[in-house]
């Protein structure tokens, strides 16, 4: 079945260092989904990517889609304490849902003031 | 809108109890999807509906789980009997779908299961 990895399962910055985890999935993706989950929260959808190539930008936060459509990354610039928490990205590989879409095991971000 | 919400936010039970979650999702999003979060397996799809049909309940991990949707602000995830190996935290997520577009998912707080 399809699985969608991530690296690196944890990372410690400084504040005002970068941040970048990257998702790789076994398959080709139809889309990508990025959520983020505070501690002891919910996830939270950040962006979905389409297209082959793409990068989108919120603020900080850029999400590109690889030509392939089988990797994907997040980058985060100077990052801040309130970027803490733990980044999904969830992929799906074909036009439904169920076992075609699958979270990755996530990144957890620390952010060291 | 108040979000997508979910009952109880804890649950303490004993092994072999019938446990019951649920969910009301946003108003007018088509799409239910019940989750399982554990630390071991991460974020796991269980069932999702679409307009109150479930499409695909390929990830109930076995027969002891049984979810219904009996109305579009409505849904519930059965455990029964339940087992020391459920305990995880249960998310209910709704979206809109768009002829073909895959939208955003918005959680519920989720509902945190621990038995005993």
């Known amino acids: 079945g399809q699985q969608v990895m991530q690296i690196p399962q944890y990372q410690h910055v400084q504040e005002g260092e970068d941040f970048t985890t990257y998702c790789n999935s076994s398959?080709?993706?139809?889309?990508i989904q990025w959520y983020k989950q505070r501690p002891g929260g919910h996830p939270v959808f950040l962006i979905q990517?389409?297209?082959?190539?793409e990068v989108k930008k919120q603020k900080r936060l850029t999400f590109q889609f690889g030509e392939a459509k089988k990797n994907s990354s997040l980058h985060i610039t100077a990052t801040q304490t309130t970027d803490v928490g733990t980044y999904f990205c969830?992929?799906?590989?074909?036009?439904?849902?169920?076992?075609?879409?699958?979270f990755g095991p996530g990144t957890r971000l620390s952010v060291l003031p | 809108d108040a979000g997508v919400i979910q009952s109880p936010r804890h649950e303490v039970t004993e092994m072999g109890q019938e446990v019951t979650l649920r969910c009301k999702p946003i108003?007018?999003?088509?799409?239910l999807f019940w989750y399982r979060q554990t630390m071991m397996r991460g974020l796991e799809l269980l069932i999702y509906?679409?307009?109150?049909?479930?499409?695909?309940d390929s990830g109930m991990p076995e027969d002891r789980f049984s979810a219904k949707m009996p109305n579009a602000s409505f849904s519930t995830l059965k455990i029964q009997p339940s087992e020391p190996r459920d305990s995880a935290v249960y998310f209910c997520?709704?979206?809109?779908?768009?002829?073909?577009?895959?939208?955003?998912?918005?959680f519920g707080p989720g509902t945190r299961l621990t038995v005993l």
């Open positions: 997520a709704s979206s809109l779908g768009l002829a073909g577009l895959y939208n955003e998912q918005f």
């Open positions: 398959t080709t993706l139809s889309n």
């Open positions: 990517l389409v297209k082959s190539g």
């Open positions: 969830a992929g799906l590989s074909g036009y439904n849902y169920g076992q075609n879409f699958v």
């Open positions: 108003s007018g999003h088509d799409y």
């Open positions: 509906f679409n307009n109150n049909v479930p499409i695909d």
